[in-house]
C-alpha cells in the first residue's frame, strides 16, 4: 500500500470525528473542542494549532481536515492544566453514538 491510499484510509477514519468537531465547534465557537475517538482526544484547525504549542507535539496535516493534532487520554489531565494555564476554555466531546 502506498503512502497515497494510506492518507485516503486515514482521512475516511478522522472525517466522523472531524464532522462531530464541526459541529460541537460551531455551537462552542470560543472553546477548543476536542473529540475522543478510541484512545485519543483529537481537534482540528487553529484548535489544533493551539493544542501543538501547548503541549509541544507536531500538528499534523491531511487533505480532508487540514490541521490536525491529538492527544492521548492519559494525557488530558496535562492538557486541560496547559490550556486552563493559557487562558483558554475547553471541551471534551465523548460521543456516544458508534461513529
Given at each position: 500500500m502506498n503512502a497515497e491510499n494510506n492518507i485516503?484510509?486515514?482521512d475516511k477514519a478522522l472525517q466522523?470525528?472531524?464532522t462531530v468537531w464541526q459541529y460541537m465547534k460551531?455551537?462552542?465557537a470560543d472553546v477548543i473542542v476536542l473529540v475522543r475517538k478510541d484512545g485519543h482526544y483529537y481537534?482540528?484547525?487553529s484548535d489544533a494549532k493551539v493544542v501543538s504549542t501547548l503541549m509541544?507535539?507536531?500538528l499534523q496535516e491531511n487533505s480532508t481536515t487540514k490541521s490536525l493534532c491529538n492527544v492521548h487520554y492519559c494525557d488530558a489531565d496535562?492538557?486541560?492544566q496547559n490550556i486552563v494555564k493559557a487562558g483558554c476554555k475547553i471541551a471534551f466531546c465523548d460521543p456516544l453514538?458508534?461513529?
Open positions: 485516503k484510509i486515514e466522523s470525528t472531524y460551531a455551537k462552542f481537534t482540528f484547525s509541544e507535539i507536531d496535562k492538557l486541560l453514538s458508534g461513529f
